[in-house]
């Protein structure tokens, strides 16, 4: 065990990859934005981030592809775009730790279910932390923490949590609840 205050900032800052539920770009090309992580990256690093992040596909049908002006914070794109150029730079960092906020918030399904399928492999070998309220993002986690009044409330598996009568319940039934007034 070590206090998070005696750890390195730089090791921190080299293992963890964060992802804002608003999704930070700037004023600079794709390419750049998503090198951020890792300036050092190869166009063949830069094209297998984009790809798992399933934005590559969209950066292949702009004229100037990779090096496509964008503007601050991603201006004139979509949110899901904006979403999967951010999971592009964090997959570029190969982070063997990967934090998101809210990563399928304001996103369309097709889009959120790419997202989720880029993050479900990404998973397969590192630390993904999530936090959620769309409990279709955790569906897959092995493990999820459900807080209340910033203690643990519950833990454990999606379908578990959902058996018993508890927290994570109650937060199921109230999403199927406005699922079914929508």
Known sequence: DQSLSTTDITYLQNNIAWIPQQATLFYDTIAANIKLAKPTATQQELEHAAKQA??????????????TLIGEQGEGLSGGQKQRIALARAFIKQAPVLVLDEPT????SQTELLIQDAINEYAKNNLVLVIAHRLNTVE???NIIVMH?????EQGHFETLAAQNGAFAD????????VAHA
């Open 149 to 153: 009044d910033g203690k643990i409330a």
């Open 140 to 142: 897959h986690a092995s």
């Open 171 to 178: 937060l199921l039934k109230t999403a199927e609840q406005g």
């Open 105 to 108: 918030a304001h996103l369309d």
């Open 54 to 67: 399933g934005v590559l596909e969209f950066i292949n049908t702009l004229p100037d592809g990779f090096n």
